[in-house]
């Protein structure tokens, strides 16, 4: 080696390194990046809006965080497509604020990593998140998304999630829905004072709130409940309903996914131990109706916090299905369809008060949906925003299983409430 | 001195020095998303460097490296954290200050593989591999239910890291260095690059003495070891302990990267994830450790950030190959045919492609000799 | 007494479809030295075919379909990937599997998206019963099955010359090499074989009482990790053994969990791991297990 070389190379590093320190980055100030910071001038589509990230003279950017690839695809994924499909028809009536709506969809797959690169790829960009999928994914990020000031939708319920001012929950929380649900299911097994009620429920998220609901419901009713904790993955329900046969209960309520749900129905049913079940609308899938439609028609029921998409008293929702059909030919009606289109709906009306309000700002955006008292969606029922540390409502529909309609359900009981909903406490979180 | 001198000037050293300048100014270029992505390989890289002395370099498969990120992240938390209440649960800590909890965290990951030893000292090859695969289950089991510490599903928050008043956060103090203004990943990025230096010269050094000879006669024959004088039992449980603590230093990073972790994180698919980084960088090579982190850590994040660009990968939420599919068959292959093909992985890639060309320029005579390690893959 | 019993014979039952399983990662583990990873594949790949061609074929045609189509496809994986290999360490041509796995996974996760597929069994919810112990039939069905297969595998492995080379392969594979054995066949075979048993496992993982065929029954491959494990990874006796110890703990770990409540509810999953690292501890290869030969 001459003995220049090294010297030189030094001296390029180093001046390198100086090149770094004073040329000095061309990174944008991270908290302005895409979107156009400045109002809008006078004359532009919007007119007068005051605007921020994600939001630009002619389009509004809003975040989708959804699971795509895994676990939680395939309610990602009818969320997705019917979230798109209300954006597609606002847009064609003109957009909102003269402004076309685009949906930035990234796809985390149920992977905390991948979720946090998301967040922070989109953050930045996005006005609100009109979707996110994965009640572990949205604690992961509830930090930052308070930091950062964006009006969050998760696709998951738990009361856990109350609390935040700009996370909402979109509809009534698993408990207070099992409570509803227990009270029909009370009413019509029947169940007695001194009854015993079977409640297999995921060890996650979901499952441990609906436990609280169960337990307040069956104590308020002099039932006692005995619990069959499962994993998520669990396919293999045998154990679980053979104790809860031999321990004698009258009803069985689950709170799980789909994947249970079913198996449960056929290992009820095998066994001649044939009780009314009691589910959430997340533990029903169309796709069950091909290996246990008989059982699931005949004891299932479900607490659900929108309307079966076939109820044909209710034209928003009449619309919503064959819409989708049109657009998404061969899909599934599921339930992620009606709470997809239900996320996407709150989003709009969001939007679209922030705009009339003349702040189409991520503050905006917030106090727009917090002023939200009487939102109808067309769906039976009214949300209300104004509080949030309650759920927007306190209303769940039952629905029981039909094979012969779209999507699988039937409406049996409207939006209601019971009157023992209201005087539980939800759980405190800190 | 002058010697010194000379050694700082050799061109490997300042192909390492111009490398580490690069890195330290990557924070001024990068984009949140970039540098968060660069704080996850970094992490990566330190975990995969452990997994990579235990199974490139002892040849004890470990399928249970992410129960160790675990408890070096869990650790952490609890450590640093105070009592109080996350979600629905009421959790407790210690409440040390946190370059301590840090240095707990690790050395409890460390005992962790320690009391692992009656195990990892009995069992070999497969028995040892599924051995490691309870430590997942049964890690995600108590992680799930020791509220206390872990903050239920729901995870916990992680205490920022703070030095003398200096927190690595977006705020306290406010910094602007050069009219950029630094946050937490950019604070974030000078921690994980110390680290991970450290990380690298002390994996080194062990290699290149008298441990990392000795562990590879163990991997290369336990009996021979033995005859050898090596005490092959106390090696393989010291790998497992040294290993354990550079994943606890991986979780306590990833802790304070997350800001909040959950223990979902830490299933089979996170260890499935380490084996690959170091079997596509090359088994028993450090520097391929920290290339494979970079490659498995990163190749998503390019996947999902140019989807649009890339021919045949549709848009997220069409129909079609996805990008995280297209990254998801990209990484099957890469094991695939980095083992078929080039089974020294990207340090025996780098190495082939470098021997003829340091032979050519006449410098092989007079480089330092060639580390020792990397000959887990050639053998 | 009629709770224990029904949740040990169903145990029994989920344990003979892990024993399809575990045999599988005996086999190719004996024939090639490895833990297969990519099983889980396979029988997402059985179940899979047959969930597409029963409509066509009928249930029976397609369970020949599928037993067919993933037996080609274990062969395929071993000739292309595992056979060039030969000699490299046990560790590396198990990663290799698990990047095979990762493709394969891929590819018909992408394909079954988020549907459930039915297979088309017979059994449906119809269920047996003895006295007062209610059986699912798709569960008796199992279990018949299972012993069938596993006692033709047997015979085989003791009176075919492909058993025979097999259990040659297994002592020393350079000596039976040596004696004539032609290896490559042998280990075809096994390969061949095992995929053969995964997607007959995956018929009775998705029949009933099971909602049929998702994206994530793969997985279940993984529970038989640790009953091949604890029986011995060469011992096929071993890997019955432990296979039907790993579905009786399950079971019982679920149906009790009210009495196990100390150790945090449901165990049932975590069960079978604590079960095999005991008995790892006292056996470390295993009940049935050989010592590993030292070579120097």
């Known amino acids: 080696m001459k003995p220049g070389s090294g010297t030189r190379a030094v001296c390029a590093v180093l001046a390198a390194l100086a090149l770094t320190v004073t040329a000095c980055s061309t990174k944008d100030d991270k908290k302005d990046d895409g979107g156009g910071a400045n109002p809008s001038a006078p004359g532009s589509p919007g007119g007068k809006v005051k605007t921020g990230p994600g939001v630009t003279d002619t389009e509004i950017h809003i975040g989708e965080l959804s699971d795509l690839s895994g676990p939680y695809a395939p309610l990602g994924k009818s969320v997705t497509n019917a979230e798109q499909l209300y954006f597609d028809q606002i847009n064609a009536a003109g957009g909102i604020c003269g402004r076309k709506v685009v949906m930035d969809v990234k796809d985390h797959g149920y992977d905390a990593q991948k979720a946090r690169t998301a967040y922070t790829e989109i953050s930045g960009k996005v006005v609100g998140i009109s979707q996110m999928v994965g009640s572990a994914i949205v604690t992961q990020l509830q930090d930052d998304i308070e930091r950062d000031g964006l009006l969050t939708l998760p696709q998951a319920w738990a009361s856990t999630l109350l609390g935040k001012k700009v996370i909402q929950v979109t509809a009534t929380t698993y408990d207070v829905e099992i409570i509803n649900g227990f009270e029909y299911l009370a009413r019509t097994a029947p169940l007695a004072s001194g009854d015993k009620v079977g409640h297999i429920y995921t060890d996650d998220e979901f499952g441990a709130n609906s436990a609280l609901g169960v337990k307040y419901a069956a104590q308020a009713a002099g039932v006692s409940v005995v619990d069959q904790k499962i994993k998520p993955t669990d396919q293999d329900m045998t154990a679980a309903v053979t104790a809860l046969k031999s321990a004698g209960v009258k009803a069985i309520i689950v709170s799980a996914s789909p994947r249970q749900v079913g198996p449960v129905m056929v290992v009820t049913e095998s066994a001649g131990f044939k009780v009314p079940v009691l589910s959430h609308s997340v533990g029903f899938h169309p796709q069950l109706l091909a290996v246990a439609a008989a059982p699931m028609e005949a004891r299932l029921a479900i607490t659900s916090p929108v309307p079966a998409i076939s109820s044909t008293d209710l034209p928003a929702v009449a619309k919503l299905g064959s819409d989708y059909l049109a657009k998404f030919p061969g899909s599934s009606l599921d339930q992620g369809v009606m709470s997809g289109y239900a996320a996407a709906g709150i989003f709009g009306e969001d939007l679209k008060a922030a705009c009339a309000a003349g702040d189409l700002t991520r503050e905006g955006l917030v106090a727009a949906h917090r002023k939200q008292t009487g939102m109808d969606l067309g769906l039976g029922l009214k949300l209300d925003f104004s509080s949030n540390a309650k759920p927007p409502s306190y209303q769940t529909f039952i629905l029981k299983v039909d094979k012969s309609k779209p999507g699988g359900l039937v409406t049996v009981e409207p939006a209601h409430e019971v009157p023992g909903a209201k005087s539980y406490t939800l759980p405190k979180t800190g | 001195m002058s010697d010194r001198l000379a050694a700082l000037l050799r061109p490997a050293a300042l192909g390492t020095l111009a490398g580490l300048v690069v890195l330290a100014a990557l924070p001024f270029y990068l984009t949140d998303f970039w540098l968060l992505t660069g704080l996850f390989a970094m992490a990566a890289a330190l975990g995969a460097i452990g997994l990579n002395l235990l199974s490139g370099t002892t040849g004890q498969l470990s399928l249970g490296h992410s129960f160790f990120l675990a408890v070096g992240a869990y650790g952490y938390i609890w450590f640093a954290g105070d009592d109080g209440r996350s979600g629905t649960h009421d959790v407790t800590g210690l409440g040390l200050p946190t370059p301590i909890a840090l240095v707990a965290a690790v050395l409890l990951a460390g005992v962790m593989g320690g009391l692992f030893s009656p195990i990892s000292g009995r069992l070999r090859g497969m028995y040892l591999g599924v051995a490691t695969l309870a430590l997942v289950f049964i890690g995600e089991h108590v992680m799930n239910n020791a509220t206390t510490v872990t903050g239920g599903y729901n995870g916990r928050a992680a205490e920022p890291m703070t030095f003398f008043g200096f927190t690595l956060t977006d705020r306290e103090p406010h910094l602007e260095v050069l009219g950029i203004e630094f946050g937490a990943y950019e604070r974030l990025w000078y921690l994980a690059l110390v680290l991970l230096v450290v990380g690298v010269v002390v994996a080194r050094n062990l290699l290149r003495g008298r441990p990392g000879r000795a562990l590879g006669a163990v991997r290369d024959s336990e009996i021979a070891a033995a005859v050898m004088g090596v005490p092959v039992a106390r090696y393989r449980s010291a790998a497992f302990v040294v290993s354990s603590m550079y994943a606890g230093l991986a979780g306590v990073l990833l802790a304070l990267v997350f800001g909040r972790v959950i223990p979902d994180y830490f299933g089979l698919a996170l260890s499935i994830d380490y084996l690959a980084m170091i079997v596509i960088g090359g088994l028993g090579s450090v520097g391929g450790a920290v290339a494979g982190a970079a490659f498995v850590t990163v190749l998503p994040q390019l996947f999902a950030h140019y989807a649009g660009a890339l021919p045949l990968v549709t848009a997220t939420g069409t129909d079609g190959i996805g990008p995280q599919e297209a990254s998801r068959y990209l990484y099957g292959a890469a094991i695939v045919l980095v083992l078929l093909f080039s089974p020294g992985g990207l340090a025996g890639l780098a190495r082939r492609t470098a021997a003829p060309r340091r032979r050519a320029a006449g410098h092989g005579a007079t480089s330092r000799p060639r580390t020792k390690e990397p000959q887990g893959a050639d053998t | ?296």
């Open chain 3, 1 to 296: 007494m009629t709770k224990l019993s029904e949740i040990a014979l169903n145990g029994l039952a989920l344990g003979s479809v892990y024993a399809l399983i575990a045999l599988g990662f005996v086999v190719i583990f004996k024939a090639s030295g490895v833990m297969n990873f990519a099983h889980a594949s396979l029988l997402l790949l059985g179940g899979y075919v047959i969930a597409r061609f029963h409509d066509e074929l009928g249930f029976a045609g397609a369970v020949v379909v599928g037993v067919l189509a993933t037996a080609a496809a274990a062969g395929v994986i071993e000739v292309l990937f595992i056979r060039g290999l030969g000699k490299v360490e046990l560790h590396v041509l198990t990663i290799l599997t698990i990047g095979v796995d990762i493709l394969l996974t891929t590819e018909l996760v992408r394909r079954i998206g988020s549907d459930k597929l039915s297979l088309g069994d017979p059994w449906g919810t119809d269920a047996a019963h003895i006295g007062d112990v209610y059986v699912a039939e798709a569960r008796i069905a199992a279990i018949v099955v299972a012993v069938v297969l596993i006692g033709v595998f047997f015979i085989a492995f003791r009176f075919t010359s492909w058993g025979l080379s097999m259990r040659a392969a297994s002592e020393d594979r350079e000596a039976a090499a040596l004696m004539g054995v032609r290896m490559k066949r042998v280990q075809l075979i096994a390969w061949c074989v095992a995929g053969g048993l995964a997607a007959v496992a995956a018929v009775f993982l998705t029949a009933a009482p099971t909602p049929g065929l998702d994206r994530t029954t793969g997985l279940v491959a993984l529970k038989a990790f640790p009953a091949a494990v604890l029986g011995g990874m060469d011992s096929a006796l071993g890997a019955l053994i432990g296979s039907l110890l790993v579905g009786l703990t399950e079971a019982l770990a679920a149906g009790y969990q009210s009495e196990l409540d100390a150790f945090g509810g449901d165990v049932s999953s975590v069960a079978p791991y604590v079960v095999m690292i005991l008995v790892l501890l006292v056996r470390p290869t295993g009940l049935l297990g050989s010592k590993e030969l030292s070579r120097v």
